[in-house]
Structure formats: structure tokens, C-alpha cells
């Protein structure tokens, strides 16, 4: 099997939630081994690095030689297993959390990653869903909520209106926030 995409046959093909294609992978793979295989026919490390592109440090090309090795210097020894899955964002949480905003577009974020923890259970930061709902035009202007007009309170000013006999003011010269010593003699 030449350079085909081997990870296709382990890997069912769906919306891919990574960073790179497969074939972008694989492909890095094989730059990786073939560095390894010219350093240790007396290559330039530095100078094979950059013929084959690659972004690494050479100091990572110890730990790549010992994975070749394990791996039974097979090219898929030396495959990125870190390849950025998205699973905090995926399209399943976004649209949950559209529908969840427009129905009520007063959910804070607090409230919102409850309900993403019930619905999914993801443990998504804060912060990451407000950039979720910001990617959306989804998330609250910034400052604090408008407090909305509240009739049980509206009566309550007439109650208070002849309170004046439970509030006595006290002596005029006085406010009673602080009270003074007695002049000493």
C-alpha cells in the first residue's frame, strides 16, 4: 500500500471536527520519517528539516526516532496523535445554543453552560461559549441587564407616604450617622 489514505479505512469519513485532512497527517508522517531515515544516513538534521518543511524544533528528533522504533519503523508510528478535535464546539452545541438563545435571549452564559452540561454533557468554559455566541451575533450587550418594571412595587410608594411617626427624625442638629463623645470637661 503506497501513500493511500490508510487512516480513511480506521477512521469513518464524517464532518471531520479536525484541524487537518487525514491526508494532511499522513503526509506529515511520511516527512517525518523520511528526516529520520536521512539523518541516519549522515544528513544535516537543520538542513533536512527545512527541505522537507517541517515545523519542528530539532530537538524533537530523539523522541520522534524513539516512536519510529516502537512503532516498528512503520510511518504510522509516527502520526500526530494531537490533532485538535474540536468536541466543546461542535455543530450539534451550536445550534443548541441558537435555539436556546432565540427562545430566550436573556440566558447568561452561566445558565447557558448548565444547560450545554444536561443537554451534551460537555464542560465548555465561559469563556468559550461567549466566543460561540459571539461567532453567532448571539451574545447580550455588554454591562449589566435593565431591571424591568415591577407593578408589585409601583403601590408601595402610597404605603410609605405616612411613615414619617416610624422614622423619627431626631434633633435637627444632628443625622445620627456618627455619634460624638461628650465634650470632656
Not at 524544533?57 to 478535535?85: F, I
Not at 452564559?109 to 464542560?123: T, Y
Not at 455588554?142 to 414619617?164: C, L, N, Q, W
Amino acid at each position: 500500500m503506497g501513500r493511500g489514505c490508510m487512516l480513511e479505512q480506521l477512521v469513518p469519513l464524517q464532518e471531520s471536527p479536525m484541524r487537518y485532512t487525514v491526508e494532511e497527517r499522513e503526509d506529515l508522517a511520511h516527512r517525518k520519517e523520511q528526516w529520520i531515515l536521512r539523518v541516519e544516513h549522515g544528513e544535516d538534521p537543520e538542513q533536512v528539516r527545512r527541505e522537507l518543511k517541517l515545523r519542528l524544533k530539532s530537538s524533537s528528533l530523539p523522541s520522534l526516532k524513539q516512536r519510529y522504533q516502537r512503532g516498528g519503523r512503520q510511518w504510522r508510528a509516527l502520526l500526530e496523535r494531537r490533532h485538535g478535535v474540536a468536541t466543546k464546539g461542535t455543530a450539534a452545541v451550536r445550534a443548541f445554543l441558537t435555539k436556546a438563545k432565540t427562545r430566550d435571549p436573556l440566558l447568561t452564559g452561566a445558565e447557558l453552560c448548565a444547560q450545554v452540561w444536561e443537554r451534551f454533557e460537555i464542560e465548555i468554559s465561559l469563556s468559550r461559549l461567549n466566543e460561540l455566541l459571539q461567532e453567532a451575533d448571539l451574545s447580550n450587550p455588554p454591562g449589566r441587564r435593565a431591571k424591568e418594571p415591577d407593578e408589585t412595587h409601583a403601590g408601595s410608594a402610597r404605603e410609605v407616604e405616612h411613615a414619617g411617626a416610624f422614622f423619627p427624625s431626631g434633633r435637627p442638629d444632628r443625622t445620627g450617622r456618627a455619634r460624638r463623645r461628650a465634650p470632656r470637661d
